[in-house]
């Protein structure tokens, strides 16, 4: 007897909407920026890119938080802007492909090798795209993970021992879309004012009331936060706290130094490996030395399950496939002028990130549908006369 | 329960305190109102209860507040969790999470309860005030009333003995507002909490305290009950100036009490009528037909065809969402209309220049420091006749017919509610607009500020302006407006003169009207006026 044709069915762990735990998606786009941190290949970098933002369009939100990449975007553009303009003003080290010749300022002594204008070589210019692409892409990989994981459910992984570290964490993270709401909010009085609402005076002039609201605001949340019991139960001496804070610090800076060897900024990587693990033992010390008297529960925490493995799986391979790629292929060089090559395993083990959209659920909705602003949206580029 | 010993404070930067001697006591289990004047030291005397002030203001703290003995010298803020539950004005600005549940179950996590208790708890508080259907929300997608109950609630769950509320109503329309004052009620009642509240609302809440606590800058701070306290309060709900008006003893609290009177009175005003208050029209101002607007996935406007002539004072009015600011945002080009056309003047806002906009069309923003950008009061209005074109010094003066005296070095910040609203109102009118749009211009105002904006706006209709209000505040309406637009999911549901449209809303009517019902007599300035003219 024929069997009936196998239907493909979504797993159950798929069907559910739920908010992936948000170490997953922090994990996963860390990964990814460690991946581009170690590569200058544009191919590359562009590729972790597009995993972030098509990642991102299907996996995020509907909530406020979720539309921070944009900005993202913006600064990591500027930042590849600045570092072109920067060439002006870089000497030629290397390269003799010429691309055009601005008219040279001579400088004053004072500021020797440093020159202005002047022969402006095309290695030196793909050097420096390909510096900013870099660091652009490793800001877009946490602009990524911010749009991605709920800033209030990280909150909840951080241990009560670190009071003052969570408190300027979770500050930190709720003052970026509050300035963005500032800045609207801002921009609209000046309209209503009659005053211009684009151009760089109008921008300058909005940029001290904005930081203004956003102080009151994170001092408002930990005033808030303070009179919900947060940091309770942490009955440490002075003492104690300071050292732990210390001991945490110490740690955090071990961690820190360990990745840089590792990734081969200072090509360091034995140094790295140990530093990297003598950090991860005085953090977990610390918090245990501090949390010994700290108790918080936590309410249905959000679990680890095979989704959030899968996950950083995806993006975890990328980054193994890098540390067996070539260094030509790594960082493609700029003298002679060629174009970047490409190791097709490590391509597409970088592309694999994109299986987080299908091995994780879909966020469920937060009906966000009515959000009582002030006013939804400002015309922009209207001249005052 | 709360005592408040021998408590003198005042702000690191001020030269006197704001609150001088202060010895209360407030029983377990009752409903105490604390009432006073925008920047008498209400705020100051409510964050004293956990500590959050001086702990996060810091100031000078001479004495001592005690919750069930436990003092606010000794312990954070933070220890106080478990007693006393916090709400301030502005709930949003004390949400932590983004999500409803979460919201709850926050000052649980902190205090270390047992997950099986907390999921308990959190069904019992969600199922307490009604918010079943919400758990899953997005604290940004909730309504006014919605998130104050969310705010109630969040503090709830850790059992608190006292909770502690910062006008909670100010923000909120007639009917979410009696949500919220029902579901503390009804805390009161059942659980025995005892709840400590500030409003400016009175006529909303008066009925519901058993004590009043009077807070006033210049004289000491007492506790008395509510009879006691209005007799001689300057700050007085519309029923107890109805009452004093028509020498009603004993002095009514509530509008059923006074009701006992009313057939007296009505007979006395038999012959006399209310006064006329429509000035006869000239002119169109403006015009709005078949004016539709959507946001990305909601129909905020439908279909609104309106004609506003010069010297109308006009409410908008309806539930909190129902698109009132959206249409003052339509009026002054902020936004521009999906299908239809708006008008100011015979021409369309959006595609006037940054001059002409404001010659013809002013907003005064719900948060009123909003359209403040300068750091003191004389740089604002220096600043604000460069942005009219009117001749310096005019801004300053305007401010000083609105408001009586303020120094010109005070930061916009620091001013009084009312002192705020006058300013950014002085900068509207600096550039002489025909149309002035308000935006719930009576929030955070006591009763005589609330007195001055009617006089103000009474004297600007008179100077041919035309005045837009968005306001949830029945007793303004009642008070100014000649016409009332009532909205309800962005269509018009009744648009008629105010006498007619208030007196006939049971959510929407003034207290007046309530007591006098079925005359026609909306506020108490009308029937003193008429009592006076029969002597």
Redo the contacts between chains.
Sequence with gaps: MPSAPRRWHKPMFLVERRFLHSGAWWLWAILLAASAAGTTNPIFLISIIAVVLLVVKFRKSDAPWSKSIKGFLIVGFLIILIRLILVVITPDIFGNTLLFTLPEIALPSLFAGLKLGGEIKANTVYFAFKEGLRLATILICIGGAQSLASPARLLKTIPTALYEVGLAIIVALTFAPQLAFDAKRVREAQFLRGRKTSGIKALAKTFVPVLEGGMERALQLASAMDSRGYGRKVHLSQEKRVLSNFLMLAGLLGILFGFTGILGVFNLTNIGMVSLLIGLTISVLALRFAGKNASRTNYRPDKWHISEVLVVTASLLGLIAMRFSESLVLNPPTNPLMLPQVDFVTLFCIWLGILAIFVSPKPPLSNNLIEHVFVPTTKSGKQAA | MIRFENVTFSYADANYPILENVNLTIPSGELALVVGKTGSGKSTLLSLI?G?VP??TGGNFIGDVLVNDRSIRRY???????L?G?V?QDPR???????V??EL???????????ST??RR?EEVLDLLGLNELR???L??L??GQRQRVAIA??LT?NPKVLVLDEPTSALDPSAAEEVLAAIQRLVHDLGLTVVLAEHRLERVVQYADRVIVVNRDAEVYSDRPVQVFATSLLAPPVVELGRAAGWSPLPLTVRDARKFADELRNRLIKSKPRIRINPPTKTVVSIENLNFN?S??R?LRDININISDGEIVALMGR??SGK??LL?QL?????PTSGSVSVNGMNP?HM??????ANV??V???PT????SDSVAKECIA?DS??GAIPGSTLNIFEQLATSVSEDAHPRDLSEGEKLSLALA?VLA?KPTLILL?EPTRGLDYIAKVQLVNNLQKLVKKNHTIILATHDVELAAEVATRVIMLAEGEIVTDGPATEVLSSSPMFSPQVSKIMSPANWLTVSDVSFALDELK
């Design positions: 956990n959050l702990n996060f954070p803020p933070r220890d106080f969790a478990d006393v916090i301030r600005a004390s949400f932590v999470t983004d999500v549940e979460d179950a926050y000052g649980m996590e902190q205090l270390g309860i047992s997950p907390m999921r959190v899953n929300r997005s940004t997608s309504s006014g969040s503090v850790t946001y996935n909601l905020a909190n969402g600011s959206t945002s002054v080009g902020l936004i521009s959006t220049t940054g001059r002409e906009l404001i002013g907003l923003p719900q948060e909003d359209l403040l950008i604000s942005d009219s900068v550039a935006d």
